[in-house]
T-cell receptor, first 119, second 115 residues
Framework: AQTVTQSQPEMSVQEAETVTLSCTYD???????LFWYKQPPSRQMILVIR??????QNATENRFSVNFQKAAKSFSLKISDSQLGDAAMYFC????????????????FGQGTILTVHP | EAQVTQNPRYLITVTGKKLTVTCSQN?????MSWYRQDPGLGLRQIYY???????DKGDVPEGYKVSRKEKRNFPLILESPSPNQTSLYFC??????????????FGPGTRLTVL
């Protein structure tokens, strides 16, 4: 079974600065997807960024980028030029890409990191 | 607008009183799933469905039931709720297959309190 670990329960950053959220995972599979979801106080789950394991290039979405280290099973999220609206709970998640398996389609989440942005 | 809807958004009930949380998606997705979110544990899968009439247990299925009679609907049933089922519940859906974006779309969540 796959596991996802977020070792930072809380992080804080000054507005306009950069912060990195850590995520490690454990899997025996070679083909999978990794995600970062944002959960603001509204509780809505919002997809921030997605990485496909067979792509070596790190994904980027505007101010959000990832550092994907497949061999180390590490998937960190970097938020540049932090804004007050970035304050939220962030979840790292894993999804198998193998069709037909019992875990196909399932998202396995980490425990979450609460990000506070100081003005 | 593509969306997943859940009802109710908030529910306070008492131990043993059967309840159903509805979930509906308008994206023609094959895959639907229920998760519960608890502090320090992230989201954990309760049940999932690969298609109509195809459902299976996730990681924490005890005390829950589901059904998938139509592709768009995937209700979560608590036949005899207990206080340890107090949680935030999310329904989610996604397409399947290599060509899909593999993004899972989430409903707005249902906050359930069992007294």
């Amino acid at each position: 079974a796959q596991t996802v670990t977020q070792s930072q329960p809380e992080m804080s950053v000054q507005e306009a600065e950069t912060v990195t959220l850590s995520c490690t995972y454990d899997t025996s599979e070679s083909d999978y997807y990794l995600f970062w979801y944002k959960q603001p106080p509204s509780r809505q789950m919002i997809l921030v960024i997605r990485q496909e394991a067979y792509k070596q290039q790190n994904a980027t979405e505007n101010r959000f980028s990832v550092n994907f280290q497949k061999a180390a099973k590490s998937f960190s999220l970097k938020i540049s030029d932090s804004q007050l609206g970035d304050a939220a709970m962030y979840f790292c998640a894993y999804r198998s890409a193998y069709a037909g398996g019992t875990s196909y389609g399932k998202l396995t989440f980490g425990q979450g990191t609460i990000l506070t942005v100081h003005p | 607008e593509a969306q997943v809807t859940q009802n109710p958004r908030y529910l306070i009930t008492v131990t043993g009183k059967k309840l159903t949380v509805t979930c509906s998606q308008n994206m023609n997705h094959e895959y639907m799933s229920w998760y519960r979110q608890d502090p320090g544990l992230g989201l954990r899968q309760i049940y999932y469905s690969m298609n109509v009439e195809v459902t299976d247990k996730g990681d924490v299925p005890e005390g829950y039931k589901v059904s998938r009679k139509e592709k768009r609907n995937f209700p979560l049933i608590l036949e005899s709720p207990s206080p340890n089922q107090t949680s935030l519940y999310f329904c989610a859906s996604s397409a399947l297959g290599r060509g899909s974006a593999h993004e899972q779309f989430f409903g707005p969540g249902t906050r359930l309190t069992v007294l």
